[in-house]
């Protein structure tokens, strides 16, 4: 990542990846994501996310999937899921 003009915060990724800013953190810290931390503020190479939005779509929602988890099976049944809070 050499210029600003390369990367994206964090509520740009999630927007462009219809995922939500912690989702994007969780795959920053886990290397899903080519990203740079600096203090708290994670700068995300736009690169990663055109190789991900490039995918097909079966893919991305593998993606997705792989990272939500529900508090119990009653609120992940009920549509109450909350991603990678749990």
Known sequence: MST???VVTV???AKMLSLSPQQIRNF???GKLAA???GKTWLI????IFDI???N????GMLKNNELRALSFFSGAMGLDLGGLC
């Open 4 to 6: 600003l003009s390369n």
């Open 11 to 13: 509520s740009d990724a």
């Open 28 to 30: 920053c810290k886990n």
């Open 36 to 38: 740079y931390q600096s």
């Open 45 to 48: 190479d736009k690169k990663s």
């Open 53 to 55: 939005l490039s995918m």
């Open 57 to 60: 779509n079966d893919r991305v």
